[in-house]
């Protein structure tokens, strides 16, 4: 009997790192997503950061409050994912799921003659029934998945900068 006990144990404590690993690269990715210049491209990578947040972060806290009450962690380990979930709860649970999704490229209006990773593009986002979020930035293209965007200057430098104009229309809309 104190075999099976032995091995429960460790079962719980392999699917509680694992579950905060999960969470904690989830968070992280949530984190900078949500409030620097680095942005997940990919639509369903960043729905499922977004709902991860919204699923996860009551799950691992539970978890971890569960661990902290049997002596099995510690008050540290409980911290991260309570503050995760004050986060979701500041914020909102439905402005997060109206912020999963990603913002659109409509038009490339410029490229950058050093870089073709760096464009001026004119982007949207759909913002569910509350219509379409719209921005003009400058991004750099890390991969398919991740972006890094700031700002688009104002003034256009042309020994920088070559006009495009090129339609992209990720978001697919129909002109009438």
Sequence with gaps: ???????????????????????????????????????????????????????FAPIVSIW???????????????????????TVII???????FASAPWQTQTILYQNKNSSFKTIEFQMQDIGAFGYSKRTVEVYHISNLFMLVKKAPVIIDSSKWIKVDKDVNELQLVEP
């Design 1 to 55: 009997m104190k075999i099976n006990y032995i091995y429960r144990m460790k079962a719980s404590r392999i699917i509680a790192i694992i579950l905060n690993i999960i969470f904690i690269c989830i968070f992280i990715l949530f984190l900078l997503d949500r409030f620097t210049s680095f942005q997940i491209k990919n639509s369903l990578l960043r729905l499922l950061i977004y709902e991860g947040m919204l699923i």
């Design 64 to 86: 971890n409050l569960f661990g902290i009450i049997y002596k099995q962690k510690t008050i540290i380990e409980f911290i991260v994912p309570c503050i995760a979930l004050l």
């Design 91 to 97: 914020i909102g649970p439905t402005k997060i799921i």
